[in-house]
C-alpha cells in the first residue's frame, strides 16, 4: 500500500515552520491549532465539534484534489465531548426538546459522515474505535481494500480531541499529570505523561509511481510483559526488515515511566547504530498519535532528513530508506509499522 499524500493538523504548525518553535504545553496538555475551514456552510460549522473540524481540517483538501473512492478513520473518542453534552441536556431538559446537533456530531463515525456528506463522496465509509489500535485497525482495512480493489484510493486517517469528560478519567486513572511540561518531558522520572490531540490524513493506493512512502508492514497485538514485546519485535524485524541501514526508529515514548523499559527493549534489538526519533512532546499523548508518527514517516522519507530536535541519540544519517515505529497506549496495547522509501 502506498503513500502519495498526507496531511496533518497537531499542537504544531505542521504545515509550514515545522519546528523553528516548539509549541508549549499548558497545565499538562497541548491542543491542536485549529484549522481554517474554507467551503464549509457556516450553519454546519459552527454545530461541529473539535475532533470533527480537526478530521475536516485535514481530509477535505486531500478529497479535493483526489477521487476517493472510499474514507476510513481511526478514532478512540470521535466527539465525546458532544455526547456528554447531549447527556447533559437529557438531565436538565427532563427527556424534552433536545436539540438534535450535539447528537448527531457526539457519535464517533461523525468524522467519516461529514466528509462525506460535505465532498457528496458515496462510496465506503467506515470508522475504526479500537482505542489505541484504532488508527492501525484503519489501515490494515485500507491495505485489505486496495488487494481486493485494483486500481482504487481511499482516504485514511486517525483523529482525536481532548475532551473534558475523558480526560478527567484518564487523570484520576494516572495517565496524564498536570505538572509536566513538554519541555522537559523525557526527562521527569515519573509515572504519567501529557495529553494532546491532533487529525492526520493519508491519501493511499496501490500505485507505486509518483508515492510519498509505501507502507510495507502494520502489526498489532495486546500485552503487559515486556519479553512478549521483545520477542514480536524482533520477530517483526527479522521478518520485514532485510537490512536495518538507511534506517531510523520512530519511538511512541511519552514520559511516564512505567513504558520506558518497553521501549528501551525495542531500541536495544533494532541497534544502538539506529537513530531513534521521538514525537510525543511535539503531540502529546493520545490514543491515535501513532498517525501522526506515520505522517512523520512519511515527511523523513520525502524530505531525507527531520530535525535534529527530534533525534534522541547522535547520529550522521545522511539518507532514510525506511522508517521502524513502534507505539504503546496505556501500558497494553502495541503497535509496529514498517515504511519504505
Given at each position: 500500500?502506498?503513500?502519495?499524500?498526507?496531511t496533518c493538523i497537531s499542537p504544531q504548525p505542521t504545515e509550514t515552520s515545522f519546528l523553528e518553535a516548539v509549541t508549549p504545553s499548558a497545565e499538562g496538555k497541548l491542543r491542536a491549532i485549529e484549522p481554517v475551514l474554507e467551503g464549509v456552510p457556516p450553519s454546519m460549522l459552527r454545530r461541529m465539534s473539535k475532533a470533527v473540524r480537526m478530521g475536516i481540517g485535514a481530509g477535505l483538501p486531500l478529497l479535493k484534489e483526489e477521487n476517493i473512492d472510499g474514507i476510513i478513520v481511526g478514532t478512540a473518542n470521535g466527539g465525546m465531548e458532544d455526547c456528554i453534552n447531549f447527556l447533559n441536556q437529557i438531565i436538565d431538559y427532563e427527556e424534552g426538546l433536545l436539540t438534535p446537533a450535539s447528537f448527531v456530531q457526539s457519535t464517533p463515525n461523525a468524522i467519516a459522515g461529514q466528509l462525506s456528506l460535505i465532498t457528496k463522496n458515496r462510496a465506503y465509509n467506515a470508522t475504526h474505535v479500537h482505542n489505541g489500535l484504532a488508527f492501525e485497525n484503519a489501515l490494515i482495512d485500507a491495505s485489505m481494500l486496495i488487494k481486493e480493489n485494483a486500481g482504487k484510493s481511499y482516504l485514511v486517517g486517525g483523529v482525536d480531541e481532548i475532551s473534558s469528560y475523558n480526560y478527567n478519567i484518564d487523570r484520576l486513572a494516572g495517565w496524564y499529570d498536570t505538572q509536566k511540561s513538554n519541555a522537559d518531558l523525557y526527562m521527569a522520572e515519573t509515572n504519567a505523561t501529557i495529553a494532546g490531540e491532533g487529525a492526520a490524513m493519508f491519501v493511499v493506493k496501490?500505485?507505486?509511481?509518483?508515492?510519498?512512502?509505501?507502507?510495507?508492514?502494520?502489526?498489532?497485538?495486546?500485552?503487559?510483559?515486556?519479553?512478549?514485546?521483545?520477542?514480536?519485535?524482533?520477530?517483526?524485524?527479522?521478518?520485514?526488515?532485510?537490512?536495518?541501514?538507511?534506517?531510523?526508529?520512530?519511538?511512541?515514548?511519552?514520559?511516564?515511566?512505567?513504558?520506558?523499559?518497553?521501549?528501551?527493549?525495542?531500541e536495544?534489538?533494532?541497534g544502538s547504530s539506529i537513530p531513534v526519533v521521538r514525537y510525543k512532546h511535539l503531540t502529546g499523548e493520545y490514543p491515535t498519535s501513532s498517525s501522526f508518527a506515520v505522517w512523520l514517516a512519511c515527511r523523513a522519507l520525502a524530505n531525507q532528513a527531520l530535525p535534529d530536535k527530534l533525534y534522541k541519540n547522535e547520529h550522521n544519517l545522511t539518507r532514510i530508506d525506511q522508517v521502524v515505529i513502534y507505539n504503546l497506549y496505556q501500558g497494553r496495547q502495541h503497535s509496529f509499522m514498517l515504511l519504505k522509501k
Open positions: 500500500m502506498y503513500i502519495h499524500r498526507h496501490d500505485d507505486a509511481r509518483e508515492a510519498v512512502a509505501k507502507l510495507e508492514a502494520v502489526e498489532i497485538f495486546h500485552t503487559t510483559h515486556k519479553d512478549e514485546v521483545e520477542s514480536r519485535f524482533r520477530s517483526f524485524l527479522s521478518n520485514e526488515v532485510a537490512d536495518v541501514n538507511h534506517t531510523i526508529f520512530i519511538s511512541g515514548e511519552n514520559g511516564d515511566r512505567r513504558f520506558l523499559p518497553f521501549y528501551a527493549t525495542c536495544y534489538a533494532i
